[in-house]
């Protein structure tokens, strides 16, 4: 069965710091990983994904993930965070069945 | 070009009371998924249609049923209403051949 693991509940960061947010799933077979954010009284907005390839993906706003097969992690990072990066993130895994299965969310709050 | 809209943005409703919500996808696509996502949780997978068929189904009971038209939007229906089926409803559209959804902007359920 498919399942992830978002271990940290809430992240603070200083703005302009380095962030990484931890994924970590469990599945018997390959699969394809996502990272959400979803900023207050809003959908989910797509901020990379894993599908095949290199294991090092870049998305939108900077953000990249990096996809560890032996150690079924997909961890978030950012080199730089600015304020408007303060939302929740979402690691979401699917085995290729089309329903994505969510972590918990790691609530990221950006301080000035 | 639109993304995904969802209707209405929020509902109240009473306890045993029915509700449908509505939602039309992103220009072009054919697969349309709902999921619930609770207070401070990550979202859980209730159905997937394509084809005007529920395609795959979550752990939710049969109170909760869909519907999809051939314009390939979609209704979520739920029955008998408990205080627990409070929550976000995200509905997502994709292309049948491809793992990357497109959430809307949720419909916020509150039973009381």
């Known amino acids: 069965a498919q399942s992830v693991t978002q271990l940290d509940s809430q992240v603070p960061v200083f703005e302009e710091a380095p962030v990484e947010l931890r994924c970590n799933y469990s599945s018997s077979v390959s699969v394809y990983l996502f990272w959400y954010v979803q900023y207050p009284n809003q959908g989910l907005q797509l901020l990379l994904k894993?599908?095949?390839?290199?294991?090092l993906v870049k998305g939108i706003n900077g953000f990249e993930a990096e996809f560890n097969k032996s150690q079924t992690s997909f961890h978030l990072r950012k080199p730089s965070v600015h304020i408007s990066d303060t939302a929740e993130y979402f690691c979401a895994v699917t085995e290729g069945a089309n329903n994505l299965f969510f972590g918990t969310g790691t609530r990221l709050t950006v301080i000035p | 070009d639109a993304g995904v809209t969802q209707s209405p943005t929020h509902l109240i409703k009473t306890r045993g009371q029915q509700v449908t919500l509505r939602c039309s996808p992103k220009?072009?696509?054919?697969?349309v998924s709902w999921y619930q996502q609770a207070l401070g949780q990550g979202p859980q997978f209730i159905f997937q249609y394509y084809e005007e068929e529920e395609r795959q189904r979550g752990n939710f009971p049969d109170r909760f049923s869909g519907h999809q038209f051939p314009n390939y939007s979609s209704e979520l229906n739920v029955n008998a209403l408990l205080l627990g089926d409070s929550a976000l409803y995200l509905c997502?559209?994709?292309?049948?051949?491809?793992?990357?959804?497109?959430f809307g902007p949720g419909t916020r359920l509150t039973v009381t």
């Open positions: 894993y599908l095949s390839g290199s294991t």
């Open positions: 220009s072009g696509h054919d697969t």
């Open positions: 997502a559209s994709s292309w049948s051949w491809s793992y990357e959804q497109y």
